[in-house]
């Protein structure tokens, strides 16, 4: 990573300390039979996530879950990482402005959406997902365990299983289902 990058995150990540100064998060644990509303955060990047967050998709809508999809892709012109339903959102670099604080009003409502759940299929480490993540007002929020831990309230262990987002949406079902709310 360059010095300037590295710069503009450091100061970013004071921006974003500061806004969550101002902002209170208690956890509201949620199971999945209670849970109405749930986001869901992946990497449009990578095939298997994309496959994992269309599973999801469809296990919620079943289940008469409403759910939103927010894909972040590093390459704003990519079509091929996008699925094929028009109602998810995908975000890119050119979204957020030099310190990382979003400019796309799509960011924006995600964060303020009120989610039973938030999903975060995340598995790498990128400031502009953290920024979502933290900012959000879900109510409970859940992820990846070798990410900041101060991102998620419920985090699974996946680094026996890095980059495969079907074993981490296979846990974070079967924990989320377990759940005692």
Not at 66 to 87: A, P
Not at 155 to 177: E, Q
Request: aromatic share 12%; proline share 2%.
């Amino acid at each position: 990573m360059n010095y300037l990058k590295k710069l503009r995150i450091f100061i970013g990540a004071f921006l974003l300390k500061l806004k969550l100064k101002k902002t209170n998060h208690t956890p509201v644990i949620c199971n999945l039979n209670e849970a109405k509303r749930i986001g869901i955060v992946f990497n449009s990047d990578n095939e298997n996530d994309r496959k994992t967050a269309k599973e999801l998709d469809l296990f919620f809508t079943q289940s008469h879950v409403q759910v939103q999809l927010l894909g972040y892709s590093r390459f704003k012109n990519n079509k091929s990482n996008l699925l094929s339903d028009k109602s998810h959102d995908y975000i890119h670099p050119q979204d957020f402005n030099w310190f990382y604080s979003p400019k796309n009003p799509a960011i924006n409502n995600f964060i303020q959406h009120h989610f039973d759940i938030l999903i975060n299929l995340y598995q790498d480490s990128e400031f502009e997902v953290e920024y979502i993540v933290k900012l959000s007002n879900a109510g409970f929020k859940v992820g990846c365990a070798h990410l900041d831990n101060t991102m998620h309230d419920l985090m699974i262990d996946v680094s026996k299983n890095k980059d495969d987002s079907s074993y981490l949406s296979t846990h974070l079902k079967h924990y989320l289902s377990i759940l005692k709310s």
